[in-house]
């Protein structure tokens, strides 16, 4: 069973690490947009659509990668007091009663606006000229599909730590810098080894 949690972890990992590239190249279309607009008098009427697509697929897509971190938002003030069977029971009642149906909705909406957008060939009526949108469209039930996949994870989480009365491991991955552990360990740092006394000391002078 651990073995499935973190293959599907792994999965929904690489797929945020993936298309976390595209903050970059969302930065630098930004960025020539505003050159090319303001420097050379060259607006581009279908960057603007470009960017929405860009960051609604960046969005999209980092979904199942940040709730296989844990990293949605909740109430974590009440949440990080209760214990982790209490945790995973209310867990699993929002799983089941939000969660789910949310989700199986998206990914077949998402999959009917993409069979349309592709029937049509559709394309953005925003600006003159729209790029196409039918391969944005084609995110939406594939992000929809990883999104549900992680979360029937989350579920046998809740599961295995409502029968053990502990959450089973994740996938390791970069973690944010915790400002007060790091002040610690600099003041451990420098802090002179509890075992020199000053006469050692001395005599190492």
């Given at each position: 069973m651990q073995k499935f949690f973190l293959t599907v972890d792994r999965i929904s990992t690489y797929a945020g690490h993936a298309f976390a590239w595209l903050i970059v190249a969302l930065t630098g279309l930004i960025g020539w947009e505003v050159f090319s607009r303001y420097v050379l008098n060259n607006p581009h009427p279908w960057a603007f659509d470009v960017q929405i697509m860009m960051y609604g697929t960046l969005f999209m897509m980092a979904g199942a990668y940040t709730l296989s971190k844990n990293g949605h938002v909740r109430g974590d003030i009440l949440y990080g007091f209760f214990k982790p069977r209490t945790q995973a029971f209310?867990?699993?009642l929002l799983y089941l009663i939000f969660?789910?149906?949310?989700?199986?909705?998206?990914?077949?909406?998402?999959?009917?606006?993409?069979?349309?957008s592709w029937a049509i060939r559709e394309h953005s009526s925003i600006s003159a000229d729209g790029p196409p949108l039918y391969p944005f469209k084609t995110v939406i039930?594939?992000?929809?599909?990883?999104?549900?996949?992680?979360?029937?994870?989350?579920?046998?989480?809740?599961?295995?730590?409502?029968?053990?009365g502990e959450w089973p491991s994740r996938e390791q991955d970069v973690e944010e810098v915790d400002v007060d552990k790091l002040k610690a360990m600099v003041s451990h740092e420098g802090e002179p080894p509890h075992n020199v006394g000053p006469v050692s000391a001395a005599g190492e002078r």
């Amino acid at each position: 069973m651990q073995k499935f949690f973190l293959t599907v972890d792994r999965i929904s990992t690489y797929a945020g690490h993936a298309f976390a590239w595209l903050i970059v190249a969302l930065t630098g279309l930004i960025g020539w947009e505003v050159f090319s607009r303001y420097v050379l008098n060259n607006p581009h009427p279908w960057a603007f659509d470009v960017q929405i697509m860009m960051y609604g697929t960046l969005f999209m897509m980092a979904g199942a990668y940040t709730l296989s971190k844990n990293g949605h938002v909740r109430g974590d003030i009440l949440y990080g007091f209760f214990k982790p069977r209490t945790q995973a029971f209310f867990d699993l009642l929002l799983y089941l009663i939000f969660f789910l149906p949310g989700v199986i909705a998206l990914a077949w909406a998402g999959y009917s606006y993409a069979g349309d957008s592709w029937a049509i060939r559709e394309h953005s009526s925003i600006s003159a000229d729209g790029p196409p949108l039918y391969p944005f469209k084609t995110v939406i039930p594939i992000a929809g599909v990883l999104l549900l996949l992680q979360g029937v994870v989350e579920i046998l989480r809740c599961i295995v730590c409502l029968r053990d009365g502990e959450w089973p491991s994740r996938e390791q991955d970069v973690e944010e810098v915790d400002v007060d552990k790091l002040k610690a360990m600099v003041s451990h740092e420098g802090e002179p080894p509890h075992n020199v006394g000053p006469v050692s000391a001395a005599g190492e002078r």
